[in-house]
């Protein structure tokens, strides 16, 4: 059953995704309001300036962060009352997937606060203090994306149900998964110096991505002076 809310909720959450509307009045009807508890506030992109705004809405309106499933937070920095923010986390009891980009706040005692089971987590350009605890307390997590990884020797205990990882390929060369993994993404710029294929003969193993897929990857990571080595040779457990 969706949670309802009031229509002064709705007219907040409009407000929160386009500042600009001056009335709310006539668009809150009773289909709109039903879009609204339905698909509106289930992804939420905050950044910038709105940051504060966002969370401020968390924490008077508990209810709110309750419909949320995504949170994306790109470039923002907090200035407001810590307390608070932490309560605003705290609301966030449907959460399933959470994506930080470039912000300069410091999660590691926010992060701990989210009460939902994650099954998503994207955290660039760098995991921070205080990512080991707060994995730890979110298993379930199964697709992942680590920005200048220095945890990875770790993953395999701290997220058994890993199946879609992307990470920078020197990373992803010591994640050794503790279960088929369904999705391999590398991230490299095109002037690296690769001499030799990087990902790691345990992790392939360990793999289950469609071969034509890997094969073309492990192409495009060695440098064009060397001869890409045969497929089978990489994976001989892999028919």
């Given amino acids: 059953m969706q949670p309802q809310i009031p229509d002064s909720c709705l007219c907040e959450i409009l407000r929160l995704l386009n500042p600009n509307i001056q009335s709310t009045t006539i668009v809150v009807s009773r ?11 289930r992804t ?4 910038g300036d709105r940051t504060q705004m966002f969370f401020s809405a968390l924490k008077s309106r508990r209810e709110l962060g309750a419909l949320v499933t995504k ?9 407001g009352d810590r307390d608070g923010l932490r309560e605003a986390f705290c609301s966030l009891v449907n959460l399933r997937s959470l994506h930080i980009q470039y912000s300069r706040l ?12 994650l099954q998503d987590l994207l955290y660039w350009p760098a995991i921070c203090d205080g990512a080991i605890d707060f994995l730890i307390s979110q298993p379930h997590i199964t697709s992942a994306f680590f920005g200048d990884l220095n945890l990875a020797a770790n ?6 149900h890993l199946t879609d990882i992307a990470a920078p390929p020197e990373d992803l060369n010591i994640i050794v998964p503790s279960r088929p993994v ?6 490299y710029s095109e002037g690296d110096q690769i001499r030799r294929p ?14 034509l897929s890997l094969e073309l990857q492990i192409s495009q990571l060695v440098a064009a002076a060397e001869e890409v080595p045969a497929l089978h040779t990489l994976l001989p457990d892999i028919r």
């Fill in 31 to 41: 289909r709109f309001a039903h879009l609204a508890r339905a698909e509106l506030y």
């Fill in 44 to 47: 939420v992109e905050v950044a």
């Fill in 71 to 79: 949170l994306v937070l790109v470039g923002i920095e907090y200035e």
């Fill in 106 to 117: 410091d999660f590691a005692h926010l992060l701990k606060n989210i009460p939902g089971r």
């Fill in 155 to 160: 993953i395999p205990s701290l997220l058994p």
């Fill in 182 to 187: 369904k999705d391999i993404e590398f991230h």
């Fill in 198 to 211: 990087i990902i790691s003969l345990k992790f392939l193993s360990l793999s289950s991505a469609p071969i």
